[in-house]
């Protein structure tokens, strides 16, 4: 029997399973020109995504559209989920990072998986239904639910999986601060979206996680 550091391992999504951003900017840009945005909306691209993703959905659309009344945020954003997720099921390009749906495989032989994520309801159910991992995701929370923040989701998943030793993957400094708030240590994804100085361990590759635990 292995003696694990950790008996339950949660997973961040964008910049640590996946990259969408090609994807979601396109699918966001023809939700600006739909709704006749376009004479007042910059449009996005990847790069402008990776430095939002990973925050909740409210705060990304005063981001990325301060003039907006909060109606408008709430009807671009809410039509952009949609477009986006109508993209992401259609698209049958492989997204994920190298080695993490068969890190994950291996691991969960031994180790719960779970998802945190400050994404909109249904995006770790698509995520789940492209990958292939379904199977190996015991539980799951998002901002898009709870309208929770990370380090409160974090806390209830943890407490409702009576998970001991929990363990966070994610690939930004927003994402090892909530984990601090929440008492859990935090391993980052360097090859993610982000950057951060505050972690218990780095991966350069998903399967470093091998070696760590």
């Known amino acids: 029997m292995h003696d694990f550091k950790y008996d339950g391992i949660i997973l961040d999504i964008d910049g640590t399973i ?13 939700c600006i020109d739909d709704l006749g945005f376009a004479n007042r909306a910059a449009y996005v691209n990847s790069e402008i995504l990776k430095k939002e993703f990973g925050k909740t959905m409210d705060i990304i659309a005063d981001e990325l559209w301060p003039e907006f009344s909060r109606q408008e945020k709430e009807k671009l954003m809410k039509e952009c989920c949609t477009q986006e997720h109508q993209a992401l099921r259609m698209d049958e390009c492989k997204i994920c990072y190298p080695n993490v749906i068969k890190t994950v495989k291996e691991i969960s032989r031994d180790i719960n998986f779970y998802v945190v994520s400050n994404c909109q309801d249904g995006y770790i159910q698509l995520m789940l239904e492209k990958t292939g991992l379904s199977a190996y995701v015991k539980d799951f929370e998002c901002f898009g639910h709870t309208k929770k923040g990370k380090a409160e989701n974090l806390i209830d998943l943890i407490k409702r999986n009576c998970i001991k030793r929990p363990v966070y993957i994610g690939d930004t400094d927003g994402d090892s601060c909530e984990c601090k708030k929440a008492g859990v240590p935090f391993i980052w994804a360097s090859y993610g979206f982000g950057k951060t100085d505050s972690y218990a361990a780095k991966l350069e590759d998903f399967s470093d996680l091998i070696n760590f635990l």
């Open 18 to 30: 996946w990259d969408t951003t090609p994807i979601v900017s396109g699918a966001w840009n023809k």
